[in-house]
C-alpha cells in the first residue's frame, strides 16, 4: 500500500467549518443556507466523516437535508492510500455517482470540492442515511430480525447493479485493474505473494495456501466493477434490509466473484460461522438472488477459489498489523492481539481446505 502524501489537514474551530460550509452550499446552490449539528462520526480509518444539518432556504420554504462530507485528512486531495490511484476524493466522489444512477442503494452524492481552504481538505458532501452499521448489533438487534431475513437476497442484488456499471461508459478507466496478459486472480496472487514474505515467522500454512492458490487458478470469464470490501460493517442496514452500500475506497475492477466470495469470507461472519453469507444465512439463496438479478451464472468452484483467496488476504492484513505493533510505529495491545488473528485465519484456511 502506498502512503498518502500532502500537507496536514488544516485546524479549525467548529464555528469556522460550520460557517465556510455554510458559504460553501450558498456557493453552489445559489440559496440561503444555515448549518447546525456538525460533528465528527466515529470510524472512517482513511477518510474523516462529519454529519450535519443543512437548512437550505429561507423561512417556511426551507428544506432540510440530513447529510454527511468525507474529508481527506492529508488535506491534498491527491492519491487514496487504499485504492492505489490518483484520483483521490474525486475519484471516489465520481464512482458513487456512477453507481448511484446504477441504482446501487448508496448514499445519495451532491458535491465534490478539492479546495483545502474550506473545510481544511478535499470533501464531497452527500446524504446522510440513517441505520445500523456496527455487525454485532445487526445480528443480534430485535428491531432487525426481518431485515436478517431479507438481506442476503437484497445483498445478492445489490452486487448485480454494482457488477453492471459500465467502468468505460462511466469513464472509470482509472479505476485500479489487472496488468496486461494477467487474469484478476493472478494479479491479487502476485500482491499475496509479497504480504506472505514480510511474515515475522516463519508461516508453513500460508506457504502451503500459496502453492495451492497457483495450482488450481481459476479461467477468469468476465471484468466487472468490483467494490472491493463488500461485507457486514460497510453498510447501512434498518429495519426492511439494506439502505445502503459504504466505504468505496477498495473498489477496482477484476472477477465479479471476488466481491460475492468476500462476503462469504469467514473472518467477515464476525463469529456467526455457521452462516456464510456474511453471518446472515447459508450461500446459495445469496449466489441465486445474484444470479437473478445479474444475469451472470456463476462458478461455485470459482466462488471457493476466491473465498480461499479471501482469507489469504485476510492473513496479509494482519501480517502487515502485526508488523506495525513490532516496529514499535503501533505500540497498542491491540495491535499486539492481531497477531493471534494470524493464527485463527490460518486455522481457517486449514479448514476450508479440508486439511484438518
Known amino acids: 500500500m502506498r502512503r498518502e502524501e500532502g500537507r496536514a489537514l488544516k485546524r479549525m474551530t467548529p464555528e469556522e467549518r460550520t460557517t465556510s460550509l455554510e458559504a460553501f452550499v450558498r456557493e453552489r446552490t445559489g440559496r440561503a443556507a444555515a448549518v447546525s449539528g456538525l460533528r465528527r462520526l466515529a470510524g472512517g480509518s482513511s477518510r474523516q466523516v462529519w454529519s450535519f444539518d443543512l437548512a437550505l432556504g429561507e423561512g417556511a420554504e426551507a428544506e432540510a437535508h440530513a447529510l454527511v462530507f468525507r474529508l481527506d485528512p492529508t488535506g491534498s486531495g491527491g492519491e487514496s492510500s487504499l485504492v492505489g490511484h490518483r484520483e483521490g476524493l474525486k475519484g471516489e466522489f465520481q464512482l458513487l455517482e456512477a453507481v448511484h444512477r446504477a441504482g446501487v442503494p448508496v448514499p445519495q452524492p451532491y458535491w465534490e470540492c478539492a479546495d483545502r481552504e474550506i473545510l481544511g481538505g478535499a470533501f464531497y458532501v452527500m446524504r446522510r442515511v440513517e441505520g445500523e452499521t456496527i455487525p454485532r448489533r445487526i445480528f443480534r438487534s430485535a428491531d432487525l430480525g426481518k431485515a436478517r431475513e431479507n438481506l442476503p437476497d437484497q445483498l445478492g442484488r445489490a452486487l448485480a447493479r454494482i457488477h453492471g456499471v459500465d467502468v468505460r461508459r462511466e469513464l472509470l478507466g482509472w479505476l485500479p485493474s489487472p496488468r496486461q496478459g494477467f487474469t484478476a486472480a493472478e494479479e491479487q496472487l502476485r500482491q499475496i505473494r509479497a504480504g506472505f514474505d514480510l511474515s515475522p515467522r516463519p508461516a508453513p500454512v500460508l506457504e502451503m495456501v500459496y502453492r495451492w492458490l497457483e495450482r488450481n487458478l481459476p479461467p477468469?470469464?468476465?471484468?466487472?466493477?468490483?467494490?472491493?470490501?463488500?461485507?457486514?460493517?460497510?453498510?447501512?442496514?434498518?429495519?426492511?434490509?439494506?439502505?445502503?452500500?459504504l466505504d468505496w475506497e477498495l473498489s477496482h475492477v477484476g472477477d465479479p466473484h471476488e466481491d460475492l466470495a468476500w462476503m462469504c469470507t469467514k473472518t467477515w461472519r464476525f463469529g456467526e460461522v455457521e452462516h456464510p453469507v456474511g453471518g446472515l444465512g447459508p450461500r446459495e439463496p445469496f449466489y441465486q438472488a445474484y444470479e437473478a438479478g445479474s444475469g451472470r451464472e456463476l462458478d461455485r468452484e470459482a466462488l471457493r477459489y476466491w473465498e480461499v483467496l479471501g482469507s489469504a488476504k485476510c492473513a496479509v492484513v494482519w501480517i502487515f498489523q502485526l508488523r506495525a505493533y513490532l516496529s514499535g510505529m503501533v505500540p497498542s495491545v491491540e495491535q499486539a492481539a492481531i497477531g493471534r488473528r494470524l493464527a485463527e485465519t490460518e486455522w481457517d484456511l486449514l479448514e476450508l481446505l479440508g486439511w484438518r
Open 220 to 245: 477468469e470469464r468476465d471484468r466487472t466493477l468490483v467494490h472491493g470490501d463488500f461485507r457486514v460493517g460497510n453498510m447501512v442496514v434498518g429495519s426492511e434490509g439494506l439502505r445502503a452500500v
